[in-house]
């Protein structure tokens, strides 16, 4: 049987990022004093400030890059790095409630994409006021009969908690509602064919934990029928299978709706090929269908473009794209580094394990970025498009990374030294990034620079704790959950599939 791919459902997303890691490695080199027009005037030096906003300003060298990281070198959350102009700059960060009170952070310059100088600031925050609670409830929907299918939930709460609503078979149907000054509300529009007496369960969430749980009953008017064969009351539109479905056959029934007499033609929206040329799908009383048999080798991810011609005249189309069942590979291994393991010098060498033949999308992130990419993740979803964040020395990240017929795989790349985490998954070739595994275990490791021979505290013990004589001690680190790495690495795989096809799709329409 068929491996389900349980996280197909991300790569119906229409947004496709690039990994950008520029800005927030810049703390990552070697420190610099401050040079003479690098100043910090807000906020002052040990103050203590009266707002969680806090507004950061000086001056500095003109048309050089400011950026403002926190005790651990992340550009702080919510900034951007800003230019000097006129010889000033200025950005606002504001600080977490949950942040601590005393804070260092460190202001740094660059010019011309070179690091010439750093200012510490150390300040205090504000304690934070907890959120005034007030009893959860659910205001709306009140009776049971309501006019509408688009339902208004509402109600009274936390400030800052987190509502999420569920039907009776447990679907979500809205999540993420934030509390704002004791109140919440969303609009849910239940489909034409879902049932009219409804059930949905609402749940209050702080800090990971439900504060309230509240269940309604309700029931939606019956849904109004298109009035079929007017030849305009009728939409043309797909029906089935619906976006992203997961289907578990290649037996594909394609249907909707359309005008009474009209010619339906469904067509591969990849190559643009004509689907059941010998069989010309006509619409009758509102309704048209076709089943199209697909091989079972075909791509796992399908995309259909409709169209429909009354009378000679094309006056309707339609998309839909969804997945046929498809089996994976066992997944690769890494191998090398080791977790926990710390590596000594200014490149890594990665080996592991695969299928003979396949190529290996290999992703490399600092392991204190992950939470700050969560924070990206909100409202958008990443995908690497390079296989590392690393220099391109000694081996170019572009380059495709093979499976030796012995089942092995390796490559060693240059990277600055910090905290990693790494992770792997097969594809079928680079150019196109179709994953065909699962992705392999995640491998945290630490990259530290080698001690110089004959440098300042060269010899015995050297950079060393004290009396173990053995060279830097292992700091390791975990991976912060977040997507996972592992849902990054098959949407760097796969989601570009799905937005170049649609793309192509679009844009084909437009020229026609």
Known sequence: MPRPLSWRKA????AVLSLALGSALIAAGPAAAAPADLVVTSPAPGATLESRTVLFAGAGTEDSVITVVDAGGAVLPGTDPVT??????????????????????????????VADGETPVSFTLPAAVPPTEVEFSVTAPAGTALESRAVLFEGTGTDGATVTIVDAMATVLAEDIVVVDGAWSTTVTYADDAPVAQTATVTQTVDGEATGIQTVAFELPAAVEPVPGDGENVEFAIITPTEGEELTSFDVVISGTGTSGSIVELVDAATDVPLLVDSPILVVDGEWSATVTYPADAFFIQDVYATQTTEGEPNGDAYTYFFLPYELVDAPTITSPEQDETVVGDQVTFTGTGEPGANVLLLVIPTELLEELEEDLADELVAANSRVAAAAEPADPEDPIVVAEDGTWSVTLALEPDEYTAAAILIDDAESGFPISEPSNEVSFSLV????????GAGPGAGADAGDGEGLAVTGSESTGFLGLAALLLVAGAALIVANRRASRVETARVE
């Open 11 to 14: 790569l119906a997303l229409p």
């Open 449 to 456: 620079a080698a001690v110089a021979a004959d440098g300042p």
């Open 84 to 113: 000097v102009d006129a010889g000033a700059w200025s950005v606002t960060a504001t600080f977490a409630d949950d942040a601590d009170v005393a804070q260092n952070v460190t202001v740094v310059q660059t010019t011309a994409g």
